[in-house]
Structure formats: C-alpha cells, structure tokens
C-alpha cells in the first residue's frame, strides 16, 4: 500500500512537471502556429499547449483552450486530444475546488485510456 501512494505521488510529481510544454514567454508563437495549423490535430495539440500554459497564470483561459481542444477532438475522433483534454480540464476544476467536476473530467479520460490499452494515460488520468 505504501509503494503504491508512492507511485502515483511520484507520477503525480512527473504529470505536473511534464504537462507544461510551453511557458508564458512561448505562447505568441503558439498562437501564430494555431492560425497558421490546417490538421485539426496539431490545431488540438497546439490548444493543449495553451491551456497548459495558461494553467497558473489565467485559469479562464486554461479552460476556454481546454474546452475548445475536447470539442475539436471529438469532432474528429481524436482519441488522444480528448484524453488530454479531458486531464487539462480535470486539472483546471482540481484547482479551483470543484472537486466533483475535476473527477468526473478525470474519470471520462481514464476510460478513454482503458478503451485504448494506453497504460501510462491510465495511470495519468488517476492522479
């Protein structure tokens, strides 16, 4: 019992760490590369990247570019982008103390991961 509240503390230590792609000095050229993207999945992956991004410093806009991410993904069938999607928006109810909400998030992207056999996302989405 104790090994595993250390791993996913550890894992939770290693999403937090390596979610954020991008900091606030990167995120104009983010945005010249979403006007600029034609695949609806880099403009995903790019939306992802501001939503990390603005994780800490402006929650509205982690969630607006979460949001936008999930919605776009779906569309497409972008399996991945929900998942992490679904994690950033996860994150940003965590934060601001809508725990009930955060969960769900988490939950929906966890079953995304089960669905797809993608071990690591499991373990993500449960942190």
């Given at each position: 019992m104790k090994s595993t509240f250390l791993?996913?503390?550890?894992?939770?230590i290693s999403l937090e760490s390596f979610s954020q792609n991008?900091?606030?000095?990167?995120?104009?050229?983010?945005y010249d590369e979403l006007s600029l993207a034609k695949q609806d999945t880099s403009r995903v992956l790019l939306m992802l990247d501001l939503a990390e991004a603005y994780r800490g410093s402006n929650p509205d806009?982690?969630?607006?570019?979460?949001?936008r991410a999930l919605d776009l993904s779906r569309k497409i069938d972008f399996a991945k982008g929900e998942l992490r999607a679904l994690l950033a928006i996860s994150i940003y109810y965590r934060w601001?103390?809508?725990?009930s909400k955060g969960l769900e998030m988490g939950l929906k992207a966890l079953d995304i991961?089960?669905?797809n056999k993608w071990n690591t996302d499991q373990a993500f989405s449960m942190i």
């Open positions: 791993l996913f503390v550890s894992l939770f991008i900091g606030l000095s990167q995120v104009d050229s983010v806009s982690n969630l607006y570019y979460g949001q601001a103390g809508n725990l991961a089960k669905e």
